[in-house]
């Protein structure tokens, strides 16, 4: 609700509006991140520096060192996004500095970690996985003598680094995030989401080496949110079909509008790196099946060979004169490449049935 309100004010240019109403906030680390997000929306230079000021004020508000810590990192965050790059890293190198000058183990642990989620954030992966390794080292140093409190930070510690995975464009480093989280969920018995973590890091691996077969598997097992996070890191040439998959699997369920504009999603992907054409004509007869001839007929274009851009057009061609429009069929009909799967679907057209299933004329994917 609190970004909502902010874009609104962005959006009417009432920028001073939404700085008094973040300066109302009582927590000094969310009266930070409010004008953090602020100060990446602002257009103008004067609000830029207006909405920088008043954020720049906040590290002076923190009534301890680990939330001047947080503050601090935060204020690095906001401005290296913003590009003020030289200024946030010497935020961040502040951030940092004061986490690990933090006597007792448990607050320089948090400390440490919310530093780290902001580093992520700005892309430094490197640095962030460094002082989450910090935060772990403090924490093992509780566990004699406080174990639950040892615990809770640990499973803290496990969580912010797989949240952080939003974050993290590379699948490289996803696949390290995860991997570490598993190891510091295994440290602290916690069997369960140490064994999902290191399923998450097996599918990004998978999604690393293209492997769009593997996708459609667990698709077929109703898993989309595997689904998801692999064509998340999939290769610009497998991205394309891996959202064309995902788009199919939401159109298969139900879900048309986000199959749509998930499809949409692939089609320009797909424009930019391309795909085979037989997996092309292939996963066009399948959306031909499901009721959807038009999202087929946008595949074709698609399409680089006459006879397999034939067969699908002759396919598309069928369904439209089965559903009962003989003008848009014999359109598609009369644009079909091939002069032999041309006549024989004209044919059909003028004869009126559907002879065309009789015509060798394809109906399955492969």
């Known amino acids: 609700m609190w970004m909502e309100r902010i874009e609104e004010y962005v ?12 300066l109302s ?32 004020k906040c590290r002076y508000e923190a009534p301890d060192r680990k939330t001047k810590a947080l ?30 000058g933090i006597g007792v183990e448990a ?21 962030a996985l460094y002082l989450f390794s910090e935060a772990f080292e403090a924490i093992t140093a509780l566990e004699g003598e406080e174990p639950e409190k040892a615990l809770r930070l640990l499973r803290k510690l496990g969580d912010s680094m797989v949240f952080s995975v939003e974050w993290i464009d590379s ?35 998978r999604a690393i080496a293209g492997d769009v077969q593997f996708l459609q598997r667990i698709l077929a097992e109703d898993w989309v949110d595997g689904a998801v996070l692999m064509a998340r890191y999939m290769p610009p040439e497998k991205k394309g079909s891996a959202f064309l998959e995902i788009s199919f699997w939401l159109l298969a369920n139900g879900r048309r509008d986000l199959g749509e504009q998930v499809f949409n999603d692939a089609i320009e992907l797909l424009s930019r790196f391309g795909a085979s054409d037989k997996y092309l004509s292939s996963i066009a007869f399948d959306f031909v ?29 069928v369904e439209y004169l ?38 060798g004329l394809p109906l399955t994917r492969g």
């Not at 690095?76 to 986490?99: H, I, N, P, T, Y």
């Open 11 to 22: 959006r009417r240019n009432r920028v001073d509006e939404a700085v008094r109403l973040i």
């Open 25 to 56: 906030e009582g927590d000094g680390v969310v009266k930070a991140e409010l004008l953090a997000e602020l100060l990446k929306r602002v257009i103008r230079l004067d609000d830029y520096r207006y909405v920088k000021g008043e954020l720049l």
């Open 71 to 100: 503050i601090l990192s935060v204020i690095g965050e906001a401005l290296f996004s913003s590009g003020d790059e030289k200024e946030g890293v010497k935020f961040f190198r502040e951030a940092m500095s004061v986490a690990r």
């Open 107 to 127: 607050w320089r642990a948090e400390a440490l970690i919310g530093v780290a989620l902001n580093l992520v954030r700005a892309g430094f992966y490197d640095d």
């Open 171 to 205: 699948g490289e480093w996803a696949v390290e995030f995860f991997n570490w989280a598993s190891e510091v969920y295994e440290h602290a018995g916690l069997g369960i989401p140490a064994k999902t973590v290191r399923a998450k890091a097996a599918l990004i691996e």
């Open 289 to 317: 099946k499901l009721g959807y001839p038009d999202l087929a007929l946008r595949l074709v274009r698609l399409i680089r060979s006459d006879e397999l851009s034939s067969r699908v057009l002759a396919r598309v061609a």
């Open 322 to 359: 089965r559903e009962g429009d003989e003008l848009m069929a014999r359109t598609i009909a009369f644009s079909i490449p091939n002069e032999s799967i041309k006549s024989k679907v004209l044919q059909q057209i003028g004869g009126g049935g559907n002879v065309g299933y009789e015509q």
